[in-house]
């Protein structure tokens, strides 16, 4: 589901993405892709103290191949959409 991402990364040395975050999840993964190229993405901590956030930087940076110092939140920290930077 993150093919078409990753060879934008490989390629750019950097990319974007709106993600949508879902936190209390059973399991952190990727539910979906919207037409307007927004992931959703189910995260496995709650919404508390910056848990989430956490786990959805080692969940990118795991799925990316980066070092979690990588995956930055743009905007959006304390909400369920956010902006993040992924650099190579």
Same mark, same amino acid.
Do not use: H
């Given at each position: 589901? =993150?093919?078409?991402?990753?060879?934008? =990364?490989?390629?750019?040395?950097? +990319?974007? =993405?709106?993600?949508? *975050?879902? @936190?209390?999840? *059973?399991?952190?993964?990727?539910?979906?892709?919207?037409?307007?190229?927004? =992931?959703?993405?189910? +995260?496995?901590? @709650?919404?508390?103290?910056?848990?989430?956030?956490?786990?959805? /930087?080692?969940?990118?940076?795991?799925?990316? &191949? *980066?070092?979690?110092?990588?995956?930055? /939140?743009?905007? &959006?920290?304390?909400?369920?959409?956010?902006? +993040?930077?992924?650099?190579?």
């Amino acid at each position: 589901m =993150l093919g078409n991402f990753k060879k934008i =990364l490989n390629t750019n040395r950097e +990319i974007y =993405l709106c993600v949508k *975050v879902r @936190p209390n999840a *059973v399991a952190t993964n990727v539910r979906d892709v919207l037409a307007d190229e927004t =992931l959703k993405i189910d +995260i496995a901590a @709650p919404a508390e103290r910056g848990k989430a956030n956490v786990e959805l /930087i080692r969940f990118l940076a795991t799925e990316f &191949g *980066v070092n979690r110092v990588n995956v930055r /939140i743009i905007s &959006g920290a304390g909400e369920r959409t956010k902006l +993040i930077k992924i650099q190579k």
